[in-house]
Every structure is written in structure tokens, then in C-alpha cells.
């Protein structure tokens, strides 16, 4: 939830900054069932947030236009961490960029996403999540700006609403609005929270390379066979019902990357010989990930990759 800080001085005017945290999700289940008409994917997919979130610092500004700053914090400011720190767009292909004039349109401060008279907002993004991992970090960013940025322009606007303005934006934006584990249908902006997931860990890992999630979804093969497996797993999840769970959890876009990918293929077989179990894909990738019981199994299954040498090795909480 964003939450405000004390009042700051710009341009002599007095406007209070907003802050809010980003996290990132793990795709426990993505089945890609058909191809729509309107060239998405139909999807199914039982997304959880974890510990691991990029922060925003928004703040209403006197000057217009929107203005948006990027650094890198956490392990990606490290040197172990610097090679999935990439450079981050901070113009409108920045899906943060686009969200905060989208608002401005949807609240009638401004004519056009374009428009020279968008009001003034600065942004701050201090990335946590690597880029091109299938973690969600752009789509969680937009949302934590459409929040905050509603709060610093003193806008009445319901979540339900600034979600439907996220979906037009990205489909994985709506999730974010859910604060809790959730299943996201249609092409991700039919969302269905689910309460009660039990507190377990991760680890997640990501390659140098990144991948595209057009090209990923554009060798998968949709299998509308698979429909309801998500509502299965969560209800597994939310029983204890680890070993089941692990049954369930699937991504249809694991195969198109690991052949698209060789880290993809390399990092899941370090996973298993790390100790992990049920290693998977996240999102299109190609941060992989597996679940553990404990935050001790989380940290010796790190380790391991960490000494392997892949660069990107997180250990995570889930919502629960």
C-alpha cells in the first residue's frame, strides 16, 4: 500500500511525496489455452507476490509533464548483481511512464497521453526486480504508480477502476492490485483473489539473458485441456497440500523457453542438482524458481546456485 511521508518543497510550492513498494510474483501455474482474436493469449494462472519489490517515490510537481528517474538497489546495485541490472527505459515505452498518463487522461488532467499540459509528477524507481525475468517488476511498477500517483494529484479514483486502467496498459498489472495471491484470467485482467496460502519460501534465479514475451508466447502451443488447474492448485495450496501442489504447477511457456534459451535448460537442471525440488519457469521467463519449507532450505539451495555462478540468486517469501 503506498503511504505518505513528511511534506517536501518544490519550486517554492509545498507537495507531499507518495511512496509505495512494487513486489514481484511467481507464476505458480500459467496454462495458455487459446489464441484470441484480438491477438492475446487466453490464459490461467494462480500468481502469488513475494518479498522481493522495487520501490516508487512519487511527488506532484509545479513543473508539467512527467519526469522519471531510475537506480538500482538491493543485489542489483551490487557487483555479483550488475549484470541483470540493464538499462531501464525512463521515457513512455516505460510501462510506469505510460500508467501515470494514462491516469492523467482517465481523470481529465490532460487531453492525450502526448499532451504538452500533463500536470507536473516526478518519479523515483529504485529497481530490486531484474528486467525481462517474468517476475512482473514493469507491470508491478505501473501499478504502485497508478496508486501512489492517484494519492500525490488528490484523485478520488477506486482500485477496482485504476486496475481496469492498468489492464489497458499491461495484462499483468491488474494482479497487483489484488495485494494478495490471486487467479488471473482472460488475458490476465479477470482476477480472482485467494486467501489463506501457507507462508512458504522461494528462490528464485535468473540467467544474464533475458527473453522476450512475445517471442515466448509466440512458439507456445495452447492447450485448453488444462482449464481449471490453477483453481486446483490454489485450493491444494491453501489446504497444505505441498506434495500435491508440487503435481500441479505447470507453465505452458517452460518448454518455448528452454528451447529458446539454454541458460533456461542449464539453470532449472542447477536447481534439482541444488537440492531443489519441482524446479519451473516464471511468467515467459527467465528467472526460474523452485518452493521451499523453510527459510534454512531456501538459503542452502541459494548457496549452491550462488557458487554454480549464476548472478541472480534471490531468496523470497510468499504472500500468504
Same mark, same amino acid.
Given at each position: ?45 494462480? &500468481? ?16 508539467? @509533464? ?99 486502467? @492498468? ?11 489484488? +495485494? ?5 484470467? +482472460?488475458?490476465?485482467? #479477470?482476477?480472482?483473489?485467494?486467501? @489463506? ?51 500441479? &504447477? ?9 528451447? &529458446? ?13 541444488? +537440492?531443489?525440488?519441482?524446479? &519451473? ?11 521451499? #519449507? ?14 554454480? +555462478? ?11
Amino acid at each position: 500500500m503506498a503511504n505518505r511521508s513528511l511534506l517536501t518543497s518544490v519550486d517554492g510550492l509545498r507537495f507531499e511525496p507518495v511512496f509505495a513498494r512494487a513486489p514481484a510474483k511467481l507464476n505458480l501455474s500459467l496454462e495458455v489455452l487459446a489464441r484470441r482474436a484480438d491477438g492475446f493469449h487466453e490464459i490461467e494462472s494462480l &500468481m502469488v507476490p513475494v518479498t522481493l519489490a522495487d520501490t516508487v517515490r512519487v511527488q506532484k510537481s509545479s513543473m508539467p @509533464g512527467i519526469r522519471l528517474h531510475v537506480r538500482f538497489g538491493g543485489r542489483l546495485a551490487t557487483a555479483a548483481g550488475s549484470p541483470l541490472a540493464h538499462d531501464v527505459p525512463t521515457d513512455a515505452s516505460n510501462l510506469v511512464v505510460r500508467a501515470a498518463q494514462a491516469l492523467a487522461v482517465e481523470a481529465g488532467l490532460a487531453a492525450s497521453p502526448v499532451s504538452l499540459c500533463t500536470p507536473g509528477l516526478d518519479i523515483d524507481l529504485v529497481k530490486r526486480i531484474p528486467s525481462g525475468s517474468g517476475l512482473g517488476g514493469g507491470s508491478s511498477d505501473a501499478a504502485a504508480v497508478l496508486k501512489a500517483a492517484t494519492q500525490a494529484w488528490g484523485l478520488d479514483i477506486p482500485k477496482e477502476r485504476l486496475a481496469e486502467i @492498468g489492464g489497458r496498459i499491461g495484462s499483468d498489472v491488474p494482479v497487483f492490485f489484488a +495485494g494478495v495471491a490471486a487467479i488471473a484470467c +482472460g488475458r490476465g485482467e #479477470r482476477i480472482e483473489p485467494v486467501t @489463506g496460502m501457507p507462508p512458504l519460501h522461494a528462490v528464485i534465479a535468473r540467467p544474464v539473458a533475458g527473453l522476450s514475451t512475445a517471442a515466448v508466447y509466440g512458439h507456445c502451443t495452447p492447450d485448453a485441456s488444462r482449464r481449471g488447474t490453477a483453481h486446483k492448485l490454489a485450493a491444494a495450496l491453501v489446504a497444505g497440500r505441498f506434495r500435491e501442489s508440487l503435481s500441479l &504447477m505447470h507453465n505452458s511457456l517452460e518448454e518455448p523457453a528452454r528451447s &529458446m534459451c539454454a541458460d533456461v535448460a542449464r539453470l532449472l537442471e542447477d536447481f534439482s542438482r541444488s +537440492g531443489a525440488v519441482h524446479p &519451473m519457469l516464471t511468467g515467459s521467463g527467465s528467472a526460474c524458481f523452485a518452493l521451499m #519449507r523453510s527459510a534454512m532450505e531456501s538459503r542452502r539451495v541459494a548457496a549452491r546456485l550462488e557458487m554454480a +555462478g549464476w548472478p541472480g540468486v534471490f531468496t523470497v517469501r510468499l504472500a500468504s
